[in-house]
């Protein structure tokens, strides 16, 4: 299939592309930007007038909730959400039913995600066997099978001496940690920040030094060993400043931040609306300005769609009691789109935080429309407004606190390989 997408406003943030250009795309590969190469024969034309044609979007963090959590969503139904968001790329947590610990597991969902021609998967391997915290896994087997990295995800790991051991084992090989930092006996079984509305509404609290504690451990053991390390849905003001201090020591460390944490804060919880129940909490004003801030001036580097969709009847118990998560998937354009606007950020700087800087913390060719590599792009229109609805949501997780709010930004097109698999 040859294609060619005319018309359309191209960024392309790795290349320093912002302009009126044509795409050409054949046997699944970006072939030339602008001119029409010589010879080339196109089978479809894309008039992209008015539209942004950019990079397929590349996400950290996305539950596909397979193997063990159909209930909740399954591979097809995250999927179609993902491309219809325009993501082609995206990292699954280690944290299924069984966890990411066997080889055999890993190649089972990477093949599911191959049979399905959509959105590419990453998946991250179980640092711990079980996630239990205890006994390291077979990392390299793990990384042959096609994991890109190892994590916890949210499962603790309290045991600071095995820690310690799977950085130096990681550092030995060059492969990436991923930790969400979270201290599990300050976190305790909290559900929400510690501040105002926690008290008001007498819930379990959170403190930020539940972060900031474990941040340090982290930062104090990436030290020691020189492993890679990724942390994992930054929240608290306290924390972005400890990551920049890191960071500017020389450490090699990055960080990400969810796109509901961009955009909330306690004060949303409301009336225990059992949506905003996420991990890490929503917490302060103050704390969201500063992850605002953090990731315009690149101490955060990138933002993930933290996608974790829910069972309906698990969001319909008290606050406390409710599942934690929120789809997120296809709101991943819309809410980064709506933080460049506030923040007056330029199109092409936003683009970068779900596009090559995601590529280059996974450790993937994606993320840019350089010549010769695969042709995954996403064309949007950046002034079309849609209302966030269950019915109008792919995944199966229906589940946002921001339902019934109007987006700006709305995918046309997702391509994978160079073939369409999403139009609208």
Known sequence: MRVQIKNGRLIDPRNGIDAVMDVFIAAGKIVATGAVPNGFQTNRVIDAKGLVVCPGLVDLSARLREPGFEYKATLESEMDAAVAGGVTSLACPPDTDPPLDEPGLVEMLKHRARSLNQARVYPIGALTQGLKGERLTEMAELRDAGCVAFGQSDAPLTDTLVMMQAMQYAAT??????????????????????????????????????????????????????????????????????????????????????????????????????????????????DRDALRAGLMDGTIDAVCSDHAPVDEDAKLLPFGEAEVGATGLELLLPLTLKWALEMKIPLSVALAKITVESARILGVDAGHLSAGTAADLCIFDPDQYWKVEAAALKSQGKNTPFLGMELQGRVKYTLVDGSIVYEN
């Open 173 to 286: 090989f060059g492969f990436g940690v991923w930790l969400r930092p979270q201290d599990a006996s300050l976190a305790n079984n909290g559900v929400a920040h510690d501040g105002e509305v926690a008290t008001r509404l007498g819930l379990p609290a959170i403190p930020v030094c539940a972060e900031t504690i474990a941040l340090s451990n982290i930062v104090l053991l990436a030290r020691e060993t020189g492993a890679r390390i990724h942390l994992c849905r930054l929240s608290s003001a306290e924390g972005v400043a400890m990551v920049r201090a890191a960071k500017q020591q020389g450490l090699s460390i990055t960080c990400d931040v969810a796109i509901n944490h961009l955009h909330l804060s306690e004060m949303d919880i409301g009336f225990f609306d059992s949506n905003c129940h996420l991990v890490p909490p929503l917490r302060g004003l103050s």
